[in-house]
């Protein structure tokens, strides 16, 4: 284990990954880089640096990187309105290519040799740091203490820091919550602790970033969203950068109990695993997205796009999005984007995202044609009879030989 | 025209195909045959027999085709979580089949040879008829008054009811909707009027079987849904054949304001058009059947279904039900629903129908494995090493040889 | 119909093309365009202008177009890999699209209102050219002469020949074949006759642009293809362009037998059709596309345009090739040709077009993880464990609780 | 390594298994059954018994598999026309999962907790052995001795034989290729030595089953084969067992030179390989079916069959074939096949297989339809007027509003 020299690790500056830099240091007789992001999580991230200070680390990275998330990881999946499993926003998957790049990069800056990361054996999260890696830096060592170490018990943990001097009052700021939770602007999630029953109703204190919808106001609020190109860039007139408009729906959805959500899911990993979510901002954003599209998308590319659309949320999932298929889908995908562009109008209120208008400039909605009443000849009602007549000539002639028919 | 000598009409006994018993009569002198059927509309269909035998038809079918209605086509739709354009339920399309295959067979029985319906030349229901009627009867007639009329507007329509002794006060029951309404047990729709604008709110009074979120009861209703291989057999332990699960899920989802959808779809025949539907009771089928499935399918099988049902989906929409198509992507989701079986949990309240809890005696979750504690070695997480590996080998060729990597 | 002012005619110069143009001066009482395409059919076109003129035509486009037909879409295709029904190239289908862009243009240059075109209802051609017409220009007004006059059989056209003094010796510079054919660069098409019969085998001297197996040479001719970004740019070092690559590939082709094909297939309009086709150069190219492609595709790329593909086959056959799902899948298809460049050695021998070796720059072949022979670490083969077992998880749960296992 | 009782091995009778049968024996101190079995490798597997024996192995089962292994297996597979990335017919990856089946249906016979295979830790065999071992027995342990023990040179394994009295004649009963081959009654395949440079083409003495195009008669061969539900019955007019027909086919094809092939392929453990492959009999077959399926089966399903082939043959390639995701695709695929009977007439000639007649009395191609001639009103060629004016709708609707139009 001596050929790593040094090691640039995804610091949170809590107590796990406080045990890693000084884990990684006696284990590997190494110098270890940490490496802070603010991608919107909640928690400051300038106190990292004491604390990073105090393990003895040097080279220190903390940075804001919530406008790049935003804007280059988040809203290029919600151009796909994609959903993984018919109901998860994917807002973990999504912030992980973002931290792999930037571990890889600091390690190219720094010489370090290796990476690491806090995720466990069982989990997604692993998977997605490390492709990550692997597929920027392929000569890449990537150090995984808990599929290594045998700190496998939180006393274990606890005795290490004793031995270590490392200040336990970390994990103390806040109580301890039961539940194994992730955070940035996309979303919170929780699992773990009653939750791994899946008949268990999750109970109401769990939930940190919603009012349940029973709390939330009595009126309605509603809200414009402007999109350009699929992408939102006002809220009701107001010009955004990205991370702004995600955190204003964020309070906009959290206020008006928007966005909870309790799922089974597969991992990639092979098991069954039960999640909750809240995703405030993104079931705004996606039900406002579909809403700009059912104006400006042609038919046939919409279908399309739907059909893609679960494979994309897979390769996402799965870890893959620095590969060449999520370029390749990624591709066709913005190609749709170019004239998804106009103004949703929507109603929140006491949990329901509701789309109540939408108009564009690019709209290919025509009134002339879909009227019921007088069209004034704009479209033919017996073009239709063709239409339909050698549509169903195949039928016809299955049948007139005596094929199955029902 | 002289050549069709009996021709089965779909009749709903309103104004309009009243219109064309009469016209049918006269335009092509031939005997008329009504059909009229509940499939939980929610009107009384046996006025129709007094109406059509005043209109001088002598052959008059009237049957409620309820529980084939659910039983043989919305269970099956919904074991494939069918959603058309990422929002609508299919309330429309998945009536037609069954209308299709008894005018067929009624044309059968009583040796017609021509089918005829209310639809118009604009809209999905004359494709979905007629491919119906195609399919299941090759060499039948088929008459859409609607394309060959020049009863374009309500004028001349009343003043051929006038001249031909149509008791007009058919249509005065009601005070005339802005709206074109359709309506079967899954759903009712409403297009037209100010829907038009696709920029404009629906009015409050125009939706007829929920009640708007705000108006929903203060307090939740929690209800538990059986599934036995993928479809709902009892609710809150009672056994219920399935139009009465449907009948009394809209009950319970139309008093919790759930189930309201106001989109932009893209029709068949080519343009775009505005609709409102509500769909209480399949909103929250739809959820629940995704919860079941959560934790009795596989994750590949179910990863297969949610990239086929798109297209599903649009086969439906399309009027492609009696097709070789259908049938196909039919085995398939079928094949997946045999463990589909548990009960679900679920909370309404004021137009959230969210899933709480989920159990099965087929489910495929393991607590032993997913649990965030010891796990007494069920899962080697070392395994994940490997796995990552060699996920990870082609991207690390690819970026050992200087390939693209971001 | 006397609304046509001016109409532009895909005129071939042939006897039913010449008909058109006085039928469609005598019908709509309008001017006439011609446009004769040199598209590599391997007739020559400037005769066209002559016959034009003898009948009274002003404005005569004569153009050899075979660069712009080869490099804008015949190779963006094969980038796919394009099949139609596991055996289709495409041959008549991909010229379409230009045909139909340069009758919109010239209609815009001269002022036309009206396009033409000499194909029968029963076709997939009439769809292809007005789907293009009608995307280019939405508000041109198509004309059909075969769906629309009642000169149904070569008595009728004779006739009308004679009465409006059409020099018939147009049709007899050949002996008429039995055939109706249809040629460009990259193919030549045969229907009807005995092949109406799908049991009868096609006559050997129904072929023209191929040698039979059997009478190609004894000897093999080896051949190298040069690809750069997925297309041919050079014939054994000799670099060319792409109306030439195909030229050159015919005769290669044709020589040794290689590109006959005789299928039954499922035309747009809804009938099943049979047609013979040789395809010379481009069955060559199909092979040696994927086989450039298997040394410098990422696997997942290539699986994934190996899924698009049918689909987009079907878009081109039905003749959407100006529309955004084709765009949309060519920018996803295009994507992944960025690196597909090398050489692929191939032997052709009697009706045999044999990849024997491909090599690349960008080649992903790693012959030091690939062999069989010790590979000094590159791979390690304790990886695989980790990644069978996590693949077979999902598996081994479902068994365990007793799911159906074979 | 004590908890392993006892072992059942696939044992070929070859060198490499025999010293795993005393390598498991000495390593696990465990006993060892032996498994031998005739899938048409074209060796005989009697032999096995007599060398098992004098390895001191006490359960020996030796069976003749053929006729399952077609008719279960292959032609299930088939039946989809299944290629793995446009060329490889799967001739490996299909003979697995009965072996895996056999393997672990023995392991519950003998009471045995392992099985174990001689596959590399490189290759996909190791993968479908593992996968289809855990899905049919879950707690199974798997023993992979090339990724475990040492004898990682032909040195090492000759050294183990003197050392364990393993009679080394087994080995040179042939000469040692330098290739690794593998067969069955689907295929042989080669890897390894000059192949290992995809640039080197295969050396004419490699190919063991077929001679080559030169080679081959100068007279082409006809042959009739009679399918049922998409599976071949018989071969000109002769009905045989699945396995006599693929046993014909091989001669048939091979006497003809036809169904060689030189890949590089991707396999699922991430690098790319390079392959060449017989299939004589499986070439022909794969031609044969497309072409009953030409006459058989309906347009949409056909092509949807094509989309869903890719996905099937990765499954397959994978290792998925005891999995829910290949049982529900084969439903959709085996729902297809009801109609596909008839017989397809083909000609090899020189390793060209032809096809020249298909016949059907399932057949859906309708010469009244599909004729040039005069159709006496079974088409009416102005239907197609309204077809293509309602699907150009929304191309003409987004060309009118300034859409990119190419």
């Known amino acids: 284990m001596s050929d790593v020299k040094k090691v640039v690790l995804a610091y949170s500056g809590g107590l796990d990954t406080s ?3 000084k884990w990684l240091q006696e284990t590997y007789n190494c110098e270890v880089v940490t490496f802070t992001a603010d991608i919107g999580q909640g928690e400051e991230v300038e106190p990292a640096r004491a604390k990073a200070q105090a393990l003895g680390v040097k080279e220190i ?3 804001d990187l919530r406008e790049e998330f935003v804007r280059d990881y988040v809203f290029p999946m919600f151009r796909a309105n994609t959903i993984y499993e018919g109901e998860y926003l994917l807002g973990t998957s999504i912030a992980r290519p973002l931290i792999a790049k930037r571990l890889i990069e600091i390690a190219n ?3 370090a040799d290796a990476i690491s990361h806090g995720a466990t054996g069982k989990g ?3 998977v997605r740091f490390e492709l990550g890696g692997y597929a920027l830096k392929p000569g890449v060592k990537v150090i995984a203490p808990w599929r290594e170490w045998d700190l496998t018990s939180r006393e274990k943990l606890m005795a290490y820091c004793e031995e270590h001097n490392i200040p336990v009052d970390f994990s103390n700021k806040k109580k301890k ?3 194994s939770m ?3 602007l996309l979303h919170i999630s929780y699992e773990g602790g009653i939750l791994e029953d899946p008949w268990a109703e999750a109970e109401e204190d769990m939930w940190r970033w919603s009012v349940s919808p029973e709390a939330a106001p009595e009126q309605p609020t509603y809200v414009e969203l402007t999109f350009e190109k699929g992408d939102i860039v006002a809220i009701d007139g107001e010009a955004l950068k990205a991370h702004e408009v995600l955190e ?6 959290g206020d008006n109990g928007i966005g909870r959500l309790d799922i089974v899911e597969n991992r990639y990993v092979g098991m069954k695993s039960r999640g909750c979510y809240e995703t405030p901002g993104g079931t705004i954003m996606l039900r406002a997205h579909r809403a700009i599209e059912s104006l400006t998308l042609d038919r046939e590319e919409a ?3 739907d059909q893609l659309m679960p494979k994309y949320a897979e390769v996402i999932y799965n870890g893959y999005w620095w590969s060449p298929e999520r370029r390749m889908l990624q591709a066709a995908i913005d190609e749709t984007q170019k004239n998804v562009s106009g103004v949703v109008r929507m109603k929140l209120y006491k949990g329901n995202a509701t789309v109540v208008g939408r108009k564009s400039e690019q709209s290919l909605f025509d009134e002339s044609i879909a009227t019921f009443e007088d069209d004034a000849g704009a479209y033919n009602q017996k073009d239709a009879e063709g239409f339909i007549k050698l549509n169903a000539l195949r039928l016809r002639i299955a049948a007139g030989k005596g094929r199955q028919q029902s």
Chains 1, 2, 3, 4 share one sequence.
């Open 61 to 63: 990275y903390i940075e």
């Open 303 to 305: 279908h399309l796009k």
């Open 248 to 253: 204003k729906l964020n309070k906009l959805g």
């Open 19 to 21: 045990v890693i830099v």
């Open 124 to 126: 997604n999260d692993q």
């Open 182 to 184: 992730d955070a940035n």
């Open 109 to 111: 800056e720094t010489g």
């Open 177 to 179: 919550s039961p539940y």
